[in-house]
């Protein structure tokens, strides 16, 4: 029974691990034949862009499409649509692209850019095209990665010697393209992309300088690199037969000329690209009017005239989409910045908010000190008032001792003089040595500081002995910075403990606790 259970459940395990084996290759083999039809698409744009599109679009219809993949292959689908001449349904991919964003590489953007200006400039919408590239030209200035760079810089060159050559400024972008050939000659895997584009452009010039023998080298050689890659690049492949069929045209050679715009007619019909067949028989119809060919003629202008108006509804639908694009990106970026610009001001009104509110509670605080400070100071000034008034108060109880008016007089000078010297502060003044020193005794002494100033004698030397160093405290700044220690030994106590004591029993606070009371008032008056 036992036996029989185990067989159970190892036959149950090891279906488990085949399924999740089978799903897992499933999933494998499909990522793989996404990554090969990814690939077919690049390799077909070129050359057969409806069947690049047909793969594009089933590859999207997939549920398993990462977001990732989704920027990828829409990008792939903007670039066979404008190779089709369908420019508006490529604008429409392009700027989704902005959706994608943070799923596309620093590479990946800078093309998009590119291709943008290159469409914008097919439909003469050149002021647009010129903005972003002024844009993309800042953009990649702070591009690191040599390589990259060198990429990006092509690609701009490309596109600035496209508008100088359509302005007539030949010779200024002839020489832009030549700085760059350098460049051009390297084996850079990013600039090989770009190598079939710089020397079409280059043709194009040297076919516009009437440089006939350099227009050929390089259109010979455009038309043989266009069969040597993966899949053929048919769009290249007609760019370079119309430049050579405009060759033949300037020798006067309009047979030769109209057999390479026939071959080159046959091969944009692969791209199905109306514009460039358009293009093409606007050129067999110079050069059969050049032959005067009046038959011929009149068949290709017929066939001219049908594309020429299917072309003019394309390209006012493109520049229609061009333009809705351009302003809706505009107005989001517009939206950002005023959002951004929002949230600045409301930051900072919150920080305005924040110091206004530490602002009032440090005045707050200072105006409490400031009047923490004003009681002190007035305690302090009754406390010397008294101290010096007291003797002019005399006790209504009767005198235990009779002391002669004219002796009382007398001890009551020689104790203000005392007052006004600075004998209190030695710390071997006491009862006896004063009473020694004011001609009297220790009796009569203690007698009339009891009677006349309401406290014993050590009493009244301690408050002679605080109410100097407040002064010192005041009107020196220099007394400030001293140790309490250096205090007590300068105003006469033997010890930093009995002066603090003394001290906080005068004036009410500890020595310390006044010394930053004088220093919070003397910063409010900097302050003021």
Known sequence: MVEKYQSIVSKYFCFVLLFVLFQTNSKAQSLLNQNYLSNDIEKLIHSNPEQALKIAQHLLSKTNVTNDEKAKINFFIAKAYKIKGDYSSALNFLYEEKNYS?????KEKIIIE???????????????????????????????????????????????SQFLLKDDHIDKGLDLLLRKKDLISTKNKNIQEVRLDYNLVLAHYYLEKKDLVKAKEIFDTLITDSYNQNESNIFVLVQSQIGLAGICFIK???????????????????????????????????????LNDTRNYKISNANFSKIHFQTEEYDQEAINTAFNLISNEYNQKYLDKKNYFLNIVYIILGLFLIVIVICSAYVLVIIQRK????????????????????????????????????????????????????????????LAVLAGQLDSNTKYLSEIINSHYQVNFNTYINKLRINYIIEKLKNDPNFINYKISYLAENCGFSSHSSFATVFKSITGISPVKFIELLNNEKENTLLK
Do not use: C, W
């Not at 439909?123 to 647009?128: E, I, V």
């Not at 791209?271 to 050129?283: A, P």
């Open 371 to 430: 009047k923490n400070l004003n009681e002190i100071i007035n305690y302090i000034n009754i406390t010397r008032s008294n101290l010096f008034n007291n003797f002019l108060e005399k006790k209504l109880e009767p005198k235990k001792n009779i002391i002669l008016k004219e002796t009382e007089d007398t001890i009551l000078n020689k104790l203000k003089k005392f007052e006004n010297s600075k004998r209190f502060i030695n710390k071997d003044i006491s």
């Open 114 to 160: 590119i291709e943008k200006i290159a469409i914008l400039r097919e439909l003469s919408l050149d002021q647009q095209a010129k903005k972003i590239l002024g844009e993309l030209k800042s953009t990649i200035s702070i591009v690191t990665d040599k390589e990259l760079l060198n990429y990006f810089q092509i690609e701009v060159t490309i596109e600035e």
């Open 252 to 290: 006067k050679e309009h047979s030769n000329a109209i057999k390479l715009l026939e071959e080159a007619l046959l091969n944009s019909q692969k791209l199905t690209n109306l514009f460039l067949e358009e293009k093409i028989m606007r050129l067999q119809n110079v050069n059969f009017l050049a």
């Open 102 to 106: 943070d799923y596309l590489s620093k």
